[in-house]
T-cell receptor, first 111, second 114 residues
Framework: SQQGEEDPQALSIQEGENATMNCSYK?????LQWYRQNSGRGLVHLIL?????REKHSGRLRVTLDTSKKSSSLLITASRAADTASYFC???????????FGKGTRLSVIA | DAEITQSPRHKITETGRQVTLACHQT?????MFWYRQDLGHGLRLIHY???????NKGEVSDGYSVSRSNTEDLPLTLESAASSQTSVYFC?????????????FGPGTRLTVL
C-alpha cells in the first residue's frame, strides 16, 4: 500500500472563498479516496475517484485525478466555517493492500 | 442504524500494564483496521483483519496485538503499555475489497500511558 502526500500542510481562508488541496502519490493506483476529520472525531469518507475518472463532484466538492502526474486535488467551493477540518487522501493500488493515510491538510475557514 | 463503536473513549494507564481497546461494528463488514494518530505523524496503520481468524501487521505493529474471533469485533491489546503508546486510536471497518469501499471510522479512544 502507498501513502499519499497532502499539500499544503495547512491552509487558512475566509468564509466564501474556495479551498484547494492536493495529493501526490508514487505508483499507479486503482482509485483514490478523500476523507475529512473534524477535530476530535474519526475520519469521514467524502469521495472516491477511480483511475479511469478525471473529475468527480459531490455537492460543493470537486475532485480531480491526473494519473499521468500521479496527483489529485480536492476543491471545496464557497467554503463555510463548518468546513474547518483536516483532509486526507488515500491512494489505493490493488489486491489486499489496506488504505494508508498521510498527515493531511489542516483547513481553517475563518468567518 | 449500523455503526462502529469504540470503548473506552478515554483511558489512563501506567507503564507496563496490559490494556485492551474494544472496537465493535454492526455493519457486518469483513474488513477491520486499527490506526493511531499522533501530532506530526498523521494516521498510522497498526493491525488489520480481512475476516474471522485473519490478522495482519501494519506499519507500527510492535507492542500491539489483535485477534478476530467474530465478524463484529477487533480488540486491540497493548501487551505492556509504554509512554510512546500515548496516542489517539481509531478503529475502522469496510466491506468489499480492501481499498474499493468506504472505510467507516469509530469515534476514537484517547489513551494516556503514565
Amino acid at each position: 500500500s502507498q501513502q499519499g502526500e497532502e499539500d499544503p500542510q495547512a491552509l487558512s481562508i475566509q468564509e466564501g472563498e474556495n479551498a484547494t488541496m492536493n495529493c501526490s502519490y508514487k505508483t499507479s493506483i486503482n482509485n483514490l479516496q478523500w476523507y475529512r476529520q473534524n477535530s476530535g472525531r474519526g475520519l469521514v469518507h467524502l469521495i472516491l475517484i477511480r483511475s479511469n475518472e478525471r473529475e468527480k463532484h459531490s455537492g460543493r466538492l470537486r475532485v480531480t485525478l491526473d494519473t499521468s502526474k500521479k496527483s489529485s486535488s480536492l476543491l471545496i467551493t464557497a467554503s463555510r466555517a463548518a468546513d474547518t477540518a483536516s483532509y486526507f487522501c488515500a491512494p489505493w493500488n490493488s489486491g489486499n493492500t489496506p488504505l494508508v493515510f498521510g498527515k493531511g491538510t489542516r483547513l481553517s475557514v475563518i468567518a | 442504524d449500523a455503526e462502529i463503536t469504540q470503548s473506552p473513549r478515554h483511558k489512563i494507564t501506567e507503564t507496563g500494564r496490559q490494556v485492551t481497546l474494544a472496537c465493535h461494528q454492526t455493519w457486518n463488514h469483513n474488513n477491520m483496521f486499527w490506526y493511531r494518530q499522533d501530532l506530526g505523524h498523521g494516521l498510522r496503520l497498526i493491525h488489520y483483519s480481512y475476516g474471522v481468524q485473519d490478522t495482519n501487521k501494519g506499519e507500527v505493529s510492535d507492542g500491539y496485538s489483535v485477534s478476530r474471533s467474530n465478524t463484529e469485533d477487533l480488540p486491540l491489546t497493548l501487551e505492556s503499555a509504554a509512554s510512546s503508546q500515548t496516542s489517539v486510536y481509531f478503529c475502522a471497518s469496510s466491506g468489499g475489497g480492501a481499498g474499493t469501499d468506504t472505510q467507516y471510522f469509530g469515534p476514537g479512544t484517547r489513551l494516556t500511558v503514565l
